[in-house]
Every structure is written in structure tokens, then in C-alpha cells.
């Protein structure tokens, strides 16, 4: 099995500043589940970009599905973190079907056959008969369902969701990571969150960034986060979110970089 995502020395950032990460390299196999988390500020987004080929190494190698980054695109769904008070003027099924313009452009109607997909995959989400409700009307979860949906549109290999239960309740969390694992019976998972407990007993690897890779394994040594954070580090699996003693800089509320 190809893996879907091969990282190699990769350093970046934005020019003229220093760099937001360096040398990092880590792999995630071809059914591969991982949670990547670190403090604000050190690079998660950054390489999440650098992953759907929005931004270039400087250094290093990225292969994603076996292909460039650039070359891979439409292979890859991505899942942005959902704004909380954002209006949604379209249906689900509208969105759902946004994600089908990825396969062939966005000049150009909608089929039979992008319909019947968007439907199979909010049907496969448990929301086809949400398909003509506006997004307002739907729940955090629900419209985190529609998203996903849209992002299965071309049929990925590889699904990167940034923070995707940031604004939905604890019931809603362990019901979204269950469809997480059902998910990825048929593709790779990467997924940026702060609350690794809440994922610790979905996630099959972790990976710790803060501008270097930290930590990358099945396991997650809290010396090493510890570090990372700037601050002890306290790990409760199997459903309880990790808990920060002290005041990280940058474990906050906001986006890093």
C-alpha cells in the first residue's frame, strides 16, 4: 500500500522570516490515522498547506499519495475548522456538491451522476434526509457532517480536518471521532486538534510539532510534549481531553501559523 504521506526533511516558512518548521520528517501509511497537535504558533497549519501544496518547501521532500503535493490535490479532502455564527445561504446537498468541481473544474454544471455521489456520501454520514435543509438550520455537528461530505466529493485518499469539533459539544465530539474511525476503513486521516485525549483511542499515531517534530509514534512520551508546550504536561486517555498545567505561550484560542 502507498503511503499517504511521506515527509523528508522538510523545512519552510515565509519569506524574509525564519523558518516555522525545519526538518521534519514523518510518515503516515496508506490506512493511517493521525492526530497532529502542538502549541499555537508551531506550524500545524503551516504544514497542512504545505500538504495541499499551497505553500512550497524550502527544503526537503513531500509526497502525498505518491505524487507531489500539487499533483495529489484532488486526491485530498480537506476539512477547514467551522466558524461559529457564519451564515450559510445554500443547502447541504449544495455544499456537498461543491466538492464535486474538484475533478474536473468549476466551469461547468452539475450531473446525475455529482448528485448521486454527494447523496451516497451524506447518506454514508447518517444526513441524506438533511440534503434540501438550509446550513443554518443544521446543528455544529450536522454541518461538520455536510463538510465532510463535500470533501469526499473526488473520492480522496488522504482527508486532513483542521480542528473539526472545536465548536460542537462533548456528546457531538464522540460521535464525529466514531465516524472518524468508520472513515478511515477506506482512507488516511490526518487531524489537527488541541484535544488529543478526546481522540487518543481513535488515532492509530500522534505527532507533536512545535517548529521541529517532537514527538511521532504510536505513543506520547509527556516529557517531550512537555517541552514542546513549554509547560507540564499531563496526558488523560481514553476519552478525557489532555490537560496543560501551567501557561504555554501560545495555548490560546487562536490559529497558529
Known amino acids: 500500500m502507498i503511503p499517504a504521506l511521506e515527509i523528508r526533511d522538510l523545512t519552510v516558512g515565509y519569506a524574509p522570516g525564519p523558518p516555522v518548521l525545519e526538518d521534519v520528517s514523518l510518515t503516515v501509511p496508506g490506512d493511517g490515522f493521525m492526530a497532529l497537535i502542538g502549541p499555537n504558533g508551531g ?23 505518491g505524487l507531489p503535493p500539487s499533483k495529489a490535490a484532488p486526491r485530498v479532502g480537506y476539512v477547514p475548522q467551522m466558524v461559529p455564527g457564519r451564515s450559510f445561504p445554500v443547502t447541504a446537498l449544495d455544499v456537498a456538491l461543491m466538492g464535486r468541481l474538484g475533478s474536473t473544474g468549476p466551469f461547468r454544471r452539475y450531473t446525475a451522476d455529482d448528485r448521486a455521489k454527494a447523496m ?22 450536522q454541518r461538520q457532517r455536510v463538510l465532510i461530505a463535500r470533501a469526499l466529493g473526488t473520492d480522496p485518499g488522504l482527508l486532513l480536518l483542521d480542528e473539526p469539533v472545536a465548536s460542537v459539544d462533548q456528546e457531538t465530539q464522540e460521535s464525529f471521532f466514531n465516524l ?20 487518543s483511542s481513535h488515532v492509530r499515531s500522534i505527532a507533536c510539532i ?12 509527556a516529557e517531550a510534549v512537555a517541552e514542546a508546550y513549554g509547560c507540564p504536561f499531563e496526558l488523560v486517555a481514553h476519552g ?15 490559529r497558529d501559523d
Request: proline share 5%; aromatic share 2%; charged share 15%.
Open 180 to 199: 472518524l474511525s468508520e472513515l478511515n476503513g477506506r482512507l488516511a486521516i490526518v487531524l489537527v486538534t488541541h484535544d488529543v485525549g478526546a481522540v
Open 210 to 221: 512545535n517548529r521541529i517534530l517532537v514527538s511521532h509514534g504510536s505513543t506520547l512520551p
Open 120 to 141: 451516497e456520501s451524506l447518506s454514508f454520514l447518517g444526513i441524506g434526509e438533511l440534503a434540501g435543509r438550509p446550513m443554518d438550520e443544521l446543528s455544529g455537528g
Open 43 to 65: 506550524g500545524k497549519t503551516t504544514l497542512v498547506k504545505v500538504i495541499l501544496g499551497l505553500l512550497r518547501p524550502w527544503s526537503g521532500s513531500v509526497i502525498v499519495l
Open 240 to 254: 478525557v481531553p489532555h490537560r496543560v498545567v501551567g501557561h504555554p505561550a501560545g495555548h490560546g484560542t487562536g
